[in-house]
């Protein structure tokens, strides 16, 4: 399927804070500043005009002061540091609750073919709102669409679900405020956030979800089963070959630029990770496919510490 491009904003990754075994570790640098979600939950305040690192205070009334950069810290920073273009990476550790969000400030990423993953669980919460289960059919274009990243399989659930309108609705009741449907059928255009992404993630592979056990299950099935040549991304952050992935790729037709983005679920030194990496301008493919696995990796040892 053809996708139209639209124009892309260049912006500079921030470094971005993090919280560790209850520890909170601010990797700032001059001139720089990021964000963080952690519990309890916590406000950042950064100035970003001067080198001073950003202060983080507790919804609590006792005041944390802010650390020295840790190794992982630096490491992801290093890892971010080589974009050509904007990266954001969202993660959180379903065991401990630990969680990241690193870069792309006020970014949007176009979504490529992850707006798969949405798509699917957007027909599923509707047959669910009638009560049913997907047709053979649909059953079909979901099997091709998740594990061979099929266009004209897309296209015909995007029209199923109810297009860009059917779309936004069901993000909404997702809780996926930053994502913005594609118009006029041109589903890969679909602007969205690493965090939105990551929200999404949890709709599949929590308790905590619209989605019914049965639904998340069917969708964690295709996702487990993804042709073995789109098998990069997020995965590399496992440590046993344990994950669940879906891939988007896209070259923009204003400036030949890559969109690469990877989200899913890994498994990593006993710990269960929900990662989404979302970048743009990368010069190849393989090139933003390098970068989102290295930033996955590093935003993964960030928050469990190996």
Do not use: C
């Amino acid at each position: 399927m053809a996708i139209r491009s639209v124009s892309r904003a260049r912006v500079l990754v921030p470094v971005g804070l993090l919280v560790a075994a209850g520890t909170v570790v601010a990797a700032a640098l001059q001139g720089q500043s990021g964000g963080v979600e952690s519990r309890p939950p916590m406000s950042v305040v950064a100035d970003t005009t001067s080198s001073a690192p950003p202060v983080v205070t507790p919804a609590t009334s006792t005041p944390t002061p802010t650390a020295t950069p840790t190794a992982a810290a630096t490491a992801l920073h290093s890892a971010v540091e080589q974009a050509e273009g904007a990266v954001s990476v969202a993660v959180t550790d379903l065991g401990t609750g630990q969680s990241l969000s690193y870069g792309g400030p006020g970014h949007d990423f176009a979504t490529a073919s992850i707006v798969k993953l949405d798509i699917l669980a957007a027909l599923l919460l509707r047959t669910q709102d009638l009560g049913s289960t997907p047709t053979a059919a649909q059953r079909g274009l979901a099997t091709t669409m998740i594990e061979n990243s099929d266009n004209d399989s897309a296209s015909g659930l995007w029209d199923e679900i109810g297009a860009d309108a059917g779309l936004d609705a069901a993000n909404a009741r997702f809780g996926l405020t930053a994502t913005e449907a594609g118009q006029d059928g041109y589903w890969g255009l679909t602007s969205t956030t690493a965090d939105d992404q990551l929200r999404l993630l949890r709709q599949v592979f929590t308790d905590d979800s619209l989605l019914s056990a049965a639904s998340r299950a069917y969708i964690q099935e295709l996702l487990d089963q993804v042709e073995d040549d789109q098998r990069w991304g997020v995965g590399a952050a496992a440590s046993n070959g344990g994950y669940e992935v879906k891939n988007g790729w896209l070259p923009r037709d204003t400036d030949g630029l890559w969109v690469i983005n990877s989200i899913g679920r890994v498994e990593r030194d006993g710990h269960e990770l929900l990662i989404a990496v979302v970048s743009d301008g990368n010069p190849t493919d393989s090139e933003g496919m390098d970068l989102v696995e290295s930033v996955a990796r590093a935003a993964a040892e960030a928050v469990t510490g190996s």
